[in-house]
């Protein structure tokens, strides 16, 4: 069965160059996670190597993301050249494999106005079928009014939002992450559990902030199984009693603008779990390339627990053909 993978990292030299280079203060510490094994390597290549492992994976197509923290923590000047270099040389690669290969857009988010414009430049090229973003850039977060003019912009042009975990700020890390071991302290604050509350207080945030009223064709993406908010939903939901503004529930949005990715996690319970909450319909496969490795069995034994061998053609592909356009070779 052909498997399209949608959260598939990717960096440049000079995008990890920067993020490295900035003062001990500035600097994300997350960084440190891409250095384990040989994930660094990994992320820089997006040929051969690449390619191989896809085909021990069984995957055929990857929609390609700079890795976190992308250029959201970057000067604004730098940001902008990083971003633009980021995004035409993805474009060559896809260009080299049209069909294994698509990506994600590296915005400048620092810059909202900035942004726009690249999104407006690569909107056309066949090759960026969805945004890759996160849910604050500096102190702004994505529902800011700021990044209005952006979000419709996505809308506007089909452009998914793949909203990815991020480090806290450094005052929640202090308060809520610290204490223990410098490293289990990272731990606690990225993949233990700080990057999914992020990500899923990103999400709500955009809903509560009426996002989908003005935009209602905006379609955004959370990985790790819904960054905990499919497991807390009827309680999440509560927010509709106070948020009165809204056209709908909180809860009605994750039927019609929220979609879930695996990012990597093949575990037969949370597929069961998540489809109490959501459908078929609006659920994504993504390895999170090089940071989790699959193969093709575990692949194979993860869509096979789906009894209806429709619902496992959306999982594995026709949901991603469908939420970013991509035609069949």
Same mark, same amino acid.
């Given at each position: 069965m052909r498997v399209i993978a949608i959260e598939e990292h990717w960096t440049t030299e000079d995008i990890d160059r920067a993020l490295r280079s900035r003062p001990a203060g500035e600097r994300d510490d997350s960084l440190a996670l891409n250095d384990r094994g040989d994930i660094s390597a990994r992320l820089l290549d997006i040929?051969?190597?690449?390619?191989?492992?896809?085909?021990?994976?069984?995957?055929?197509?990857?929609?390609?993301?700079?890795?976190?923290?992308?250029?959201?923590g970057l000067p604004v000047r730098e940001a902008i050249e990083l971003s633009r270099d980021a995004n035409d040389r993805v474009s060559e690669a896809v260009e080299r494999r049209p069909t294994r290969l698509r990506a994600m857009t590296t915005l400048p988010m620092p810059d909202p106005d900035a942004a726009v414009a690249?999104? $407006? %430049?690569?909107? +056309? #090229? =066949? !090759?960026?079928?969805?945004?890759?973003?996160?849910?604050?850039?500096? $102190? %702004?977060?994505? +529902? #800011? =009014? !700021?990044?209005?003019?952006?979000?419709?912009?996505?809308?506007?042009?089909?452009?998914?939002i793949f909203l990815h975990p991020q480090i806290p700020p450094k005052a929640v890390r202090e308060a809520s992450y610290s204490g223990v071991d410098p490293m289990t302290d990272l731990a606690l604050a990225t993949f233990g559990w700080g990057w999914h509350i992020e990500a899923g207080l990103a999400a709500l945030r955009l809903v509560v902030r009426g996002t989908f009223d003005r935009h209602p064709d905006l379609q955004i993406v959370l990985g790790h199984w819904g960054e905990m908010l499919l497991f807390a939903l009827d309680r999440v939901d509560g927010l509709s009693n106070v948020a009165t503004h809204l056209e709908r529930r909180v809860a009605d949005y994750f039927s019609t603008n929220i979609h879930i990715a695996t990012s990597g996690m093949l575990a037969p319970r949370l597929l069961r779990h998540a489809l109490e909450y959501t459908t078929a319909d609006r659920i994504l496969f993504s390895g999170d390339y090089p940071f989790h490795r699959l193969d093709a069995t575990a692949l194979g034994g993860f869509l096979h627990e789906l009894p209806d061998p429709e619902d496992q053609r959306k999982i594995a592909h026709a949901n991603a053909e469908s939420l970013f356009g991509l035609a069949r070779p």
């Open positions: 040929g051969a190597q690449r390619i191989e492992a896809m085909d021990a994976a069984g995957v055929d197509v990857q929609i390609l993301s700079i890795a976190p923290p992308g250029t959201h690249e999104l $407006e %430049r690569t909107a +056309d #090229d =066949p !090759a960026h079928v969805g945004i890759m973003s996160y849910g604050r850039s500096g $102190e %702004r977060p994505l +529902d #800011d =009014p !700021a990044n209005d003019d952006l979000l419709a912009t996505a809308a506007k042009a089909g452009k998914p």
